[in-house]
């Protein structure tokens, strides 16, 4: 989750303040492709690039992966605050966008990395087409997260008006080892379909399919609450929220 404030299961039961914020995540989603992609962006690039990288002996690579960190910085700090509301450096992650330039044409361990780090700070700035052919070369290489690319490419198709790719992008979550991300991935798809969580006007709209997906959602996350992550509880009330706004709706 993207708030410094740990969520437990005992503050999701706090219905009024919690249903507020949830309200702010799920704009979030909608605008920046969600928390998950955004929050890998922090994890890789502090926990791969300064802990991984510095187990190596060659001082070329620490001293790359020292600069690259610093370059990504701004990256680093985008968050939500504890009323869900998005806080970033604009002008910072743009320069972090070019200054990643030197790494992506580098035939190195990072260039992967620097693509997934550069196509999310696009999507962050809402450079949405420059976003979708970065993210497009991402999801090309072997990466170990390649789910979240997966999720941030399929906001920057959906933003950009071509649903039937972002469908693609988002379909690609449903494959993933973890429940949390195929949940997420048939959130987005009953989104690109929900008429309440579209993104533009005259947009094709499918009831049906969304309450479909929602379901499928629900399902990757069905059992006891209490064995549950509180990141897997709070994608599962995003869920039930969509479902009933849709069920509502006919």
């Known amino acids: 989750?993207?708030?410094?404030?740990?969520?437990?299961?005992?503050?999701?039961?706090?219905?009024?303040?919690?249903?507020?914020?949830?309200?702010?995540?799920?704009?979030?989603?909608?605008?920046?492709?969600?928390?998950?992609?955004?929050?890998v962006v922090a994890v890789v690039v502090a926990l791969v690039a300064g802990v991984l990288f510095s187990r190596h002996k060659d001082a070329q690579v620490v001293a790359s992966a020292v600069a690259f960190q610093e370059k990504a910085k701004p990256l680093l700090q985008i968050k939500l605050d504890e009323q869900g509301n998005i806080k970033m450096d604009e002008e910072g992650v743009k320069k972090a966008s070019l200054a990643l330039d030197d790494f992506v044409s580098k035939d190195t361990p990072l260039s992967s990395l620097a693509l997934f780090a550069k196509g999310m700070a696009l999507v962050a700035t809402k450079d949405f087409a420059n976003a979708v052919d970065v993210l497009r070369q991402a999801l090309s290489k072997d990466l170990p997260f390649k789910f979240a690319v997966a999720e941030a490419l399929g906001a920057a198709l959906d933003n950009l008006g071509q649903k039937e790719e972002a469908e693609k992008a988002y379909f690609e979550l449903t494959k993933s080892p973890s429940r949390l991300f195929r949940a997420v991935g048939y959130m987005h798809i009953g989104d690109l379909y929900n008429p309440l969580a579209t993104l533009k006007e005259g947009e094709v709209v499918d009831r049906d399919k969304a309450k479909q997906n929602?379901?499928?959602?629900?399902?990757?996350?069905?059992?006891?609450?209490?064995?549950?992550?509180?990141?897997?509880?709070?994608?599962?009330?995003?869920?039930?929220?969509?479902?009933?706004t849709v069920l509502s709706q006919g």
Not at 1 to 13: A, F, P, S, W
Not at 20 to 35: C, M, N, P, R
Not at 222 to 228: F, Q
């Open 1 to 39: 989750m993207l708030t410094e404030k740990k969520i437990t299961v005992k503050d999701i039961k706090a219905p009024d303040e919690f249903q507020t914020f949830i309200a702010k995540v799920a704009e979030f989603f909608k605008l920046y492709g969600g928390y998950l992609a955004t929050a």
């Open 214 to 244: 929602y379901e499928k959602g629900l399902e990757e996350l069905k059992g006891d609450e209490a064995l549950l992550s509180p990141q897997e509880v709070i994608q599962k009330r995003l869920l039930q929220h969509r479902l009933k």
